[in-house]
């Protein structure tokens, strides 16, 4: 625990020690995979050295990063961070993982490691809002009858559950609330009173988990929360020498969601309604005008991202707005000591406003200085128009590269764990490293359990940045396990969605696999479309995604080895079905990002104005996790069989082919449709075959 005196690191035992011990407790086998990540881990925690380590699925990371963290957390007396990106990972560290490593560690050395979760505050239950009430919401949603009603009747069950919770985690509440709900009862750290001056503050639960969290050996949190603590200034985890990162592919998106900001005429108007009770109605009046006029600033210039300069309308707009929200924010001025205690509603309705009013100004701010630097591929955001069905125009602006932001924030204050299923793309982890802000020039991946090192030129006074990387493999036998069916025959995917030629394909492989299938595709329309046909051709069922809960459908696709499931995204990385239920995935076409999407479009543009790859770069990256996350749905365990069947032909056709292929698993690969059937047929008559 951080706060006792650490134990002299060379009387504990050694990690290959701790890690047999924690694996024999837990009734699991030794891993040789496992056992080079751990030490590799250890040495990089001892080293101060960063290390990015590709582990395939069945290798035991979790762990392999476990032991050592908890291991460097108790003999040096401070805290290590694990971060992952999804909440089911988080769950399964510490509701299984940890406290069950905890136990089996504790007679190795002489303590029990302590573990904590720590979340956003928006996660939190608000005491003080609560009691006081949450400001009036101007969402027009209100006003519609049926969503009091539900609303009403959620709320009712918040305010029961407050009464008999102890940590004030929403994810206690089940079934779960809606978003709306919640924020009743809830406070984003832009609201927050802060604990010294809000009148429940030495029972707030945000609170309290955050001096949890300090006091013990591992915190568990999410990307969300680490781009927070490292990018913004915010110190909102505890003191850390070292981070762990669990599905590290998923980093650079996160940090992008975090660092992005939007602004739209509604948003202004709710700010400028926040506030009308507070200020001068000049003022306020003064706000929504900006509102109107930024708004039809908008429907002039349309959708679309704005590369050369900034629209003249929409500056002078953005202007508008930005003076109006600062003349707001002094009218209402700073919550005054002594105010909380005085009167805890009129403080807490000024907060939320500030937070309110100082979103709006600083995203207009952000807009219009983005364009001081001419050169595009030089500036440090990218800012778009999107028309949204729900919200209309809304104007987004998000960082051009989160590289150096990372590297400067995270890396050079850390010792850094990155590790995942899926880092090594194209055989390389350099291209993944240098999204991260790390050197790729001499990077080259490690395939023999040596960890290979690169170092970062110097900037300025900095020190180098050194890392290491390591491709532990998979204790799965892929090349006789597994097939990669490519079909060459059928025509390059278009617009105009499924034809006829991918139906029959589906028909045939999915009749040849008895159902037990998973279809992977580029999106919902495509799906539907794909399960409306197969429901008219096939006798076995077929699930679409969409038609229940993600989580009961994929419980009922894994109960009937005849039922398949077709969906789109979320199920390229959220489905683990091992057994006979899963025995074929289907993906429909290589997941390339839209040609249109702002953000990755000009991303790419900056690396070919430096002479680099931008296609190769951003859009292939792009696929390539995606593609390895979709095939790696397949074997789930040791003794799971079956086929990869891709139907986009550009797999093998075109020239990016070959290093999208270097990005999955070595299976066994073939062109031949009558080999695939055959192949399919054996496995469900003899699933040894």
């Known amino acids: 625990m951080p706060d006792s005196p650490a134990p002299d690191s060379a009387r504990l035992p050694a990690v290959p020690e701790l890690l047999a011990s924690a694996v024999q407790a837990l009734g699991g086998a030794e891993r040789t995979g496992q056992l ?9 925690l001892e080293g101060g050295q960063h ?28 805290t290590v961070v694990v971060s992952t990106a999804t909440i089911a990972l988080q769950r399964q560290l510490v509701d299984r993982d940890l406290p069950r490593l905890a136990k089996a560690l504790k007679p190795e050395l002489g303590q029990a490691p ?24 101007p969402d027009e949603a209100l006003f519609d009858a049926f969503a009091v009603s539900k609303m009403g009747r959620e709320v009712q069950r918040l305010h029961a559950w407050a009464e008999k919770t102890e940590t004030g985690d929403r994810d206690e509440i089940v079934p779960g609330v809606s978003e709306q709900a919640w924020r009743q009862v809830s406070v984003s750290a832009r609201e927050c009173l802060g604990v010294a001056r809000c009148p429940v503050g030495s029972d707030c639960f945000a609170e309290q988990a955050r001096a949890a969290a300090a006091k013990v050996d591992v915190v568990v949190t999410n990307h969300a929360l680490l781009a927070i603590d490292a990018i913004t200034g915010i110190p909102v985890l505890p003191e850390h020498d070292a981070v762990v990162i669990d599905e590290a592919h998923e980093l650079v998106d996160r940090v992008t969601a975090v660092a992005t900001a ?57 202007a508008a707005v930005r003076d109006a929200a600062w003349a707001c924010r002094t009218a209402i001025g700073p919550v005054k000591p002594g105010m909380s205690a005085a009167d805890p509603e009129a403080a807490a309705a000024r907060t939320a406003a500030l937070a309110l009013i100082d979103e709006v100004h600083d995203t207009a701010v952000r807009v219009l200085v983005a364009f001081d630097q001419p050169d595009p591929a030089k500036r440090h955001d990218v800012v778009w128009l999107a028309a949204e069905e729900r919200r209309g125009l809304v104007l987004k602006v998000a960082p051009l590269s989160v590289g150096g932001l990372l590297r400067k924030n995270l890396f050079d204050d850390s010792t850094v764990v990155l590790t995942s299923a899926t880092l090594a793309l194209g055989g390389s982890f350099d291209n993944l ?40 493999g998979s204790p799965f036998a892929h090349a006789t396990s597994g097939i990669l069916y490519v079909a060459k025959h059928l025509p390059a995917p278009g617009r105009d969605g499924l034809v006829e030629a991918y139906l029959t394909e589906i028909e045939e492989l999915v009749s040849a696999a008895g159902g037990r299938t998973l279809g992977l595709f580029s999106s919902m329309r495509a799906a539907k479309a794909a399960a409306e046909a197969m429901r008219e051709r096939l006798d076995t069922p077929v699930l679409c995604q969409g038609e229940d809960s993600t989580g009961q459908l994929i419980t009922k696709f894994a109960a009937d080895e005849a039922t398949s499931l077709f969906g789109t995204l979320s199920l390229w990385q959220g489905v683990d079905v ?32 430096t002479g680099g790859n931008g296609f190769l770069t951003v859009a292939a990256n792009h696929a390539a996790l995606l593609l390895a996350q979709g095939v790696g749905r397949l074997l789930r365990s040791v003794d799971d069989r079956g086929v990869v069947a891709v ?33 399919l047929r054996r496995l469900v008559d003899n699933p040894e075959a």
């Open 36 to 44: 080079s990540m751990a030490s590799a881990v250890a040495h990089a």
């Open 51 to 78: 290390l990015a380590v590709q582990a395939g699925t069945g290798t035991g990371k979790s762990l392999a990063y476990l032991v050592p963290a908890i291991r460097h957390a108790v003999s040096s007396g401070k």
């Open 114 to 137: 302590q573990f904590a979760i720590l979340k956003g505050r928006r996660n939190y239950l608000c005491l003080h809002r609560l009691d006081a009430g949450a400001p009036e919401d």
């Open 262 to 318: 939007e602004l739209h005429g509604a948003a202004i108007s709710a700010a400028a309604r926040r506030c009308a009770k507070m200020i001068d109605d000049r003022d306020v009046d003064r706000l929504e005008a900006s509102a109107e006029g930024f708004t039809m600033a908008l429907e002039d210039v349309g959708p679309g991202r704005w590369e050369r300069s900034l629209p003249d309308q929409a500056a002078t707009a953005l």
């Open 433 to 472: 490293a240098r999204q991260w802000g790390l050197p790729a020039e001499n990077a080259a991946r490690s395939d023999t359990g040596t960890a290979s090192a690169k170092e970062a030129p110097s900037e300025g006074a900095a020190s180098s940045t050194r890392w290491s990387s390591l491709d532990v």
């Open 578 to 609: 091992p057994g006979r239920s899963l025995s074929l995935v289907i993906l429909d076409r290589i997941p390339f990002p839209r040609p249109d999407d702002p953000l990755l479009v000009a991303r790419q543009r900056a690396v070919e104005s």
């Open 647 to 679: 139907l986009d032909p550009r797999l093998v056709t075109a020239r990016y082919g070959g290093y999208l292929r270097a990005s999955l698993p070595p299976f066994w690969q073939t062109t031949d449709p009558a080999v695939v059937r055959s192949a």
